[in-house]
């Protein structure tokens, strides 16, 4: 296989360390352009030297990546990456690969391919899995667009793991967004309960509380558990978690994830599902996933 030249739009974390990874394996010609708030030109020395010495060639200009790169990662912040991708679009070559590893809104992710593909590029909506300090270039990317087949093909033997979405932009972003609700509002809540937990002098064990019932199932047993009496339950839970909130707030920590999830449970019991499924032998979490789907109608386009 030749080796791609390959251009980064952009040189966080994710970018440097896809860009070691490619110049360890001498896998790739590397490029460079940077316009953020922290990095770009006239670059200074000190970056320039974090880019050289990773075996890849800084540019002064977005046209200059373009007119070489055969594959452009866009790896900005989340705040610009729609406007960049546009940019990227705008200059793009015929036949160009296109991955955008940002953490993008589906809707931006569909956006910026329409873009790309307007000027004869294939898009990859491409999504971080898990954080790149944890996995390195191992990181899981979870894929979908029109390129990213190819994609795969040609990053997959030089050590990426990559899986896929299909075709359409936007369908890997909303499975990374919608994990992140999960991974985020976890972190959250497990920050909020520690410290309160420190505050009433009973840290360790709390975290014994916390983790043992977890550690004895799969998460996926839990979740599909909360799915399944959610219907069922929602108002009581959410008569607890005020009372819990109400503990925090005496222990002098605003209960913010608390309260929210009061919230949820009640916004959940006020659909008024619970006795239709109270009468039903038996269901699944997707028969409740569905009903809850119904009553908020069809997602817009």
């Known amino acids: 296989m030749t080796r791609p030249i390959i251009g980064f739009v952009g040189f966080g974390e994710a970018a ?3 860009c070691d990874h490619f110049a360890a394996r001498d896998a790739a010609e590397l490029l460079v352009f940077c316009d953020g708030a922290t990095n770009r030109p006239p670059y200074s020395p000190t970056f320039r030297d974090a880019v050289t010495t990773r075996g890849a060639r800084l540019l002064d200009s977005l046209d200059a990546l373009l007119a070489e790169a055969e594959i452009v990662f866009s790896a900005v912040v989340v705040a610009t990456a729609l406007p960049v991708g546009q940019t990227i679009a705008a200059g793009l ?8 590893i940002n953490a993008s809104t589906p809707r931006a992710k569909r956006v910026v391919a329409e ?3 307007a000027r004869g590029g294939r898009f990859v909506d ?10 390195g270039p191992g990181v899981p990317l979870y894929c979908s667009g029109d390129g990213a087949e190819d994609f795969r093909a040609t990053f997959q033997p030089l050590g990426l793991t990559i899986d896929l979405a299909g075709t359409a932009p936007g369908a890997a972003a909303a499975v990374k967004m919608l994990r992140s609700v999960v991974t985020k509002g976890i972190e959250a809540l497990v920050v909020e309960a520690m410290t309160a937990a420190s505050l009433a002098g009973v840290r360790q064990q709390a975290l014994q509380g916390i983790c043992g019932p977890m550690d004895a199932t799969s998460f996926s047993q839990f979740l599909d558990m909360c799915l399944r009496t959610d219907v069922l339950h929602a108002e009581r839970r959410a008569v607890e978690m005020e009372g ?4 925090l707030r005496e222990l002098g920590l605003e209960p913010l994830m608390t309260s929210a999830t009061a919230a949820r449970l009640r916004a959940s019991a006020a659909l008024g599902l619970k006795d239709a499924f109270a009468a039903m032998p038996t269901y699944d979490a997707n028969v409740v996933l569905d009903a809850y ?3 908020f109608g069809p997602p817009p386009p």
């Open 93 to 100: 070559r015929p036949g160009t690969l296109v991955v955008d």
């Open 244 to 247: 819990v909130a109400e503990g």
């Open 115 to 117: 873009a790309v593909q």
């Open 16 to 18: 440097r360390c896809f």
């Open 126 to 135: 491409a999504n971080l899995m898990g954080a790149v300090s944890l996995y």
């Open 293 to 295: 789907a119904e009553c």
